[in-house]
């Protein structure tokens, strides 16, 4: 099987799911695309609610008592299942929008460092940070990561994720980098929700090329992304534009061998430093990520454009920085923002949207209601899969995520806590509490 955006195995034929009993549905029905300022609070809730889903699709959303007296469900409600809510609240499952799945060992030396105080920058400097994941990735056979990959896939359903973005970028080969998708690709087969592939290979320089980066970064545009777009491994190549990884004019000659080949891009930037991204911007990338130093005058770009982006908190709890990004700031200039967990070994070791979530609105001060659209249906328009991902309405994919919780503000209150009762991905329920 070859990818294409958002693709995963065929769907399994799945009976008639009928969810019934549930407090508070939030649909984001409304508005197609991107969300932005006073949009972002619009959830389009329906209370006592339920949401019939037929061959993984959503059929019909509405208030319980409209839904128990269709004719039609009354008619073959022996032969659909029917999934008791309890009251609880459903939302569109969980989008998230930027992880790095692959990779075989956390990085507890690095932990422990910046615990003695040394910066991301030394680190990395000192042989840990990036590369030091990069030999247990070159190391480990294809069926291994695929089912470490597997794994961390799992664990993201378990908080409401039914939607994961997956890069490489810890082989920093040609060979690894491939095995790495291979990975995610096997992975994503074994996994009832939506898996998007992203090539990463420009995410640091590896040590064999570092006094021959030119050489690396054509082995980058001139092999590897043509092979994979050929392969069709990956719907996106992304790149580390910072200081210590890629320069404005690295990063744009990888975006554009991307183009070239088909490929969308995406980018991390201003994680640690600003940096002008109208260069970029130029190559229409679907998200620009962590953007923790974003300038005025990018601020006013993304208002302008559908350029997605996303927050990243994890990261910067993770490092212990007093500064996280600044949702405010973008959301009040018109930026339809995302928010993601940015799942890697070294910054951001947690596969919880919810937590994510908790962070966006205690430390960014996002509301709960913004945080969810930016977790739901603007991830998905970074994805570019928003006609089937993010929202609850007729026709969209069957992936919800349910709660057991009375009021969706309490996703976010209650922190490092498993409060999601279940999910359903592709039209398939699963039940966290049995």
Not at 40 to 55: H, M, N, R, S
């Amino acid at each position: 099987m070859t990818a294409a955006r958002g693709s995963k195995r065929a769907v399994r034929t799945q009976p008639a799911l009928f969810l019934t009993n549930i407090g508070q549905l939030l649909t984001l029905r409304g508005e197609r695309g991107l969300r932005r300022r006073q949009q972002l609070t619009q959830l389009e809730i329906i209370e006592d609610a339920a949401v019939l889903c037929v061959a993984g699709k959503i059929v019909s959303v509405g208030p319980r008592l409209d839904a128990e007296n269709d004719s039609w469900l009354q008619k073959n409600r022996k032969s659909i299942r029917e999934v008791d809510c309890r009251g609880g609240v459903v939302l569109p499952g969980f989008v998230d929008s930027h992880s790095h799945p692959v990779f075989t060992a956390p990085r507890l030396v690095d932990f422990e460092k910046r615990i003695s105080g040394a910066s991301y920058e030394e680190i990395a400097k000192s042989g840990g940070g990036i590369r030091s994941s990069i030999e247990g990735v070159r190391q480990a056979d294809a069926n291994s990561l695929s089912d470490s990959v597997l794994n961390v896939f799992q664990r993201m359903a378990r908080q409401g994720t039914t939607t994961v973005e997956a890069k490489s970028g810890y082989g920093l080969s040609l060979n690894s980098e491939v095995k790495s998708l291979e990975a995610v690709r096997s992975a994503g087969r074994g996994w009832p929700g939506t898996v998007v592939p992203t090539l990463l290979a420009a995410h640091v320089v590896p040590p064999e090329y570092q006094d021959r980066r030119g050489d690396y970064l054509e082995m980058v545009t001139a092999e590897l992304i043509p092979l994979v777009a050929k392969r069709r491994l990956a719907d996106f190549v992304d790149v580390f534009c910072e200081r210590g990884a890629f320069t404005l004019e690295e990063s744009e000659q990888v975006f554009r061998a991307a183009r070239q080949h088909g490929l969308g891009v995406r980018a991390h930037v201003c994680q640690l430093t600003p940096a002008p991204l109208g260069s970029l911007q130029r190559f229409q990338p679907a998200s620009l990520d962590h953007v923790d130093h974003v300038l005025d005058e990018d601020l006013r770009a993304f208002e302008r454009s559908d350029i997605v982006p996303t927050l990243l908190p994890g990261s910067n709890y993770f490092l212990g920085l007093q500064q996280y990004p600044p949702a405010r700031k973008l959301i009040d200039a018109g930026a339809a923002v995302a928010l993601a967990t940015d799942y890697n070994p070294g910054t951001s070791p947690t596969v919880s949207m919810p937590f994510v979530l908790s962070l966006a609105c205690t430390q960014m001060k996002m509301s709960p209601a913004e945080a969810i659209s930016a977790a739901t249906i603007n991830g998905a328009c970074s994805l570019q899969l928003e006609h089937r991902k993010g929202s609850i309405e007729s026709g969209k994919d069957a992936d919800l995520a349910i709660f057991a919780v009375k009021n969706y503000r309490e996703i976010a209150y209650w922190f490092a806590t498993d409060m999601c009762s279940g999910v359903v991905m592709q039209g398939e329920y699963f039940n966290w509490i049995c």
